[in-house]
């Protein structure tokens, strides 16, 4: 089992940045990447982005590519997704999520449905 436990998030202007951040606790180790992804209301939850724990590699959402910048810091069981450049249609629920099974080489799942372990989100909100 692992838990998850999202924080970071909060109010802050369009263009401004907002580190998230996700602890670990359990057994994070038995996880082979680590993704966020936001649901807004009465909308399906949506890939961000996702880091492998074997050699890190990242993976983002066009939407967010070059602007969102997601870490782990395995030695403390830590995922980090910073933000920047945030815009109001990134304003909504984020939440981390652990993915226990081996996607293939280079690869992540970006199907929600494919992470065992969430968070229980934390609110972003983007004033424009």
């Known amino acids: 089992q692992v838990q998850l436990v999202e924080s970071g998030g909060g109010l802050v202007q369009a263009g401004g940045s907002l580190r998230l951040s996700c602890a670990a606790s359990g057994h994070p180790s038995s996880t082979y990447s680590m993704g966020w992804f936001r649901q807004a209301p009465g909308k399906e939850r949506e890939f961000v982005a996702a880091?492998?724990?074997?050699?890190?590699?990242?993976y983002y959402a066009a939407s967010v590519k070059g602007r969102f910048t997601i870490s782990r810091d395995n030695a403390n069981n830590m995922v980090y997704l910073q933000m920047n450049n945030l815009k109001p249609e990134d304003a909504t629920v984020y939440y981390c999520a652990g993915d226990i099974y081996y996607r293939g080489h280079n690869d992540v799942s970006r199907c929600p449905n494919d992470y065992t372990y969430w968070g229980q989100g934390t609110q972003v909100t983007v004033s424009s």
């Open positions: 880091i492998r724990r074997v050699d890190e590699s990242t």
